[in-house]
């Protein structure tokens, strides 16, 4: 890896971050509070909330195996998503390669902050060469994006392919890993210690059960977080976000439930779908949802959307043509998906 200021914008580098009113009495316990021009009457959210979340990082941090000093939590981790980019990128200069099809949120992020994306097309199977992407690099390029497992296609990809990434690029790799509680693979959050230039992502909005709240989170060493929080804005985490965010970490045994639950759907849901007139091919999936060929997928989802059913259809994407994605949903929801498909003439 190269070392860190010469892949940092040099104005992010020099950046002196804002420093918020709570930010500043750190280290004492006070009671009056007279220094943010808020409103003193109580009513749950006339405070602004702790800017860089510590209850609630020292919460995740046991579940997720990772050390609060080496996570980063945002609005979403679309947040984790974007701010790569404003601390990484050189506007009209760096570039950044990523994986093809993978998830919209790269390229949009890429473009919004007037960054070239090079897309690397995966094979046949769904998989991608290190070497390949490797290749697609030159010396401006500052991020590779490998979202694993992927969406939309589902799978997740063979560690070492990840790790030869990892050790042969000197720039910093995001492997996205929102899907991770639906796999089988050792999550590559718990060795961020080892790669001084990976950023891993994980979310509160699937398995967690909490897309509402817009939660996510990025690990990395404690140098990249430090960048984070000089970028991000100062109260990036609402006082209602952090307060659902505790509750639902207080319940792990309803999370282990309602993953497993997922993956008896899952598996249910696939032979059956499998068995459809309609499907041409159902694709391996380690994530909550998968891709599955079909005849006709514009027609099929049109029919779908007309019975009220909703699922993702992917036919305009690279590789995935007459492809939909459907999310694995209760019994009861998939039931009527298979139920609207057997219809489907
Ligand atoms: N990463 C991947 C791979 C996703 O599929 C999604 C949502 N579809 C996200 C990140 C966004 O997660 P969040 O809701 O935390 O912004």
């Known amino acids: 890896?190269?070392?860190?200021?010469?892949?940092?914008?040099?104005?992010?580098?020099?950046?002196?971050?804002?420093?918020?009113?709570?930010?500043?009495?750190?280290?004492?316990?006070?009671?009056?509070?007279?220094?943010?021009?808020?409103?003193?009457?109580?009513?749950?959210?006339?405070?602004?909330?702790?800017?860089?979340?510590?209850?609630?990082?020292?919460?995740?941090?046991?579940?997720?195996?990772?050390?609060?000093?080496?996570?980063?939590?945002?609005?979403?981790?679309?947040?984790?998503?974007?701010?790569?980019?404003r601390i990484f990128c050189r506007p009209g200069k760096d570039n950044v390669v990523a994986i093809d099809p993978t998830y919209g949120m790269y390229q949009v992020c890429a473009e919004t902050n007037d960054v070239e994306y090079r897309k690397v097309a995966l094979d046949e199977s769904y998989d991608f060469d290190p070497e390949v992407l490797l290749n697609a690099c030159d010396?401006?390029?500052?991020?590779?994006?490998?979202?694993?497992?992927?969406?939309?296609?589902?799978?997740?990809?063979?560690?070492?392919?990840?790790?030869?990434?990892?050790?042969?690029?000197?720039?910093i790799v995001i492997v996205d890993e929102a899907y991770s509680d639906f796999s089988s693979a050792r999550p590559l959050r718990h060795d961020i210690a080892k790669y001084p230039n990976i950023i891993v992502l994980?979310?509160?909005?699937?398995?967690?059960?909490?897309?509402?709240?817009?939660?996510?989170?990025?690990?990395?060493?404690?140098?990249?977080?430090?960048?984070?929080?000089?970028v991000k804005y100062p109260y990036n985490v609402n006082v209602l976000t952090q307060q659902k965010a505790k509750e639902v970490l207080g319940n792990a045994t309803l999370l282990a439930r309602h993953i497993s639950q997922i993956m008896e759907e899952r598996s249910t849901l696939m032979q059956a779908f499998a068995l459809?007139?309609?499907?041409?091919?159902?694709?391996?999936?380690?994530?909550?949802?998968?891709?599955?060929?079909?005849?006709?997928?514009?027609?099929?989802?049109?029919?779908?959307?007309r019975r009220g059913i909703i699922v993702r259809n992917r036919n305009r994407v690279n590789l995935c043509g007459d492809c939909l994605r459907v999310t694995i949903g209760t019994k009861d929801e998939n039931t009527r998906l298979l139920a609207a498909l057997r219809q489907f003439v």
């Open 1 to 85: 890896m190269k070392a860190l200021q010469d892949l940092v914008r040099p104005n992010i580098w020099a950046l002196k971050p804002y420093s918020s009113a709570r930010d500043e009495y750190k280290g004492f316990t006070a009671e009056v509070f007279l220094d943010a021009n808020e409103n003193p009457y109580p009513n749950g959210v006339n405070r602004y909330p702790d800017p860089l979340q510590e209850e609630l990082k020292a919460m995740i941090s046991p579940m997720k195996g990772v050390p609060a000093a080496n996570m980063f939590l945002g609005n979403g981790s679309d947040e984790a998503i974007d701010l790569p980019f």
């Open 139 to 171: 010396e401006n390029t500052k991020i590779i994006f490998i979202c694993s497992p992927n969406n939309p296609t589902g799978n997740a990809f063979k560690r070492e392919k990840i790790e030869k990434v990892l050790n042969e690029f000197d720039g």
């Open 202 to 230: 994980n979310t509160f909005s699937k398995a967690w059960g909490c897309a509402g709240i817009r939660l996510g989170m990025a690990f990395a060493s404690e140098d990249i977080i430090g960048l984070f929080n000089k």
């Open 276 to 305: 459809l007139p309609l499907c041409e091919k159902i694709y391996q999936t380690d994530a909550n949802f998968f891709l599955a060929k079909v005849k006709g997928a514009d027609k099929i989802y049109d029919y779908l959307v």
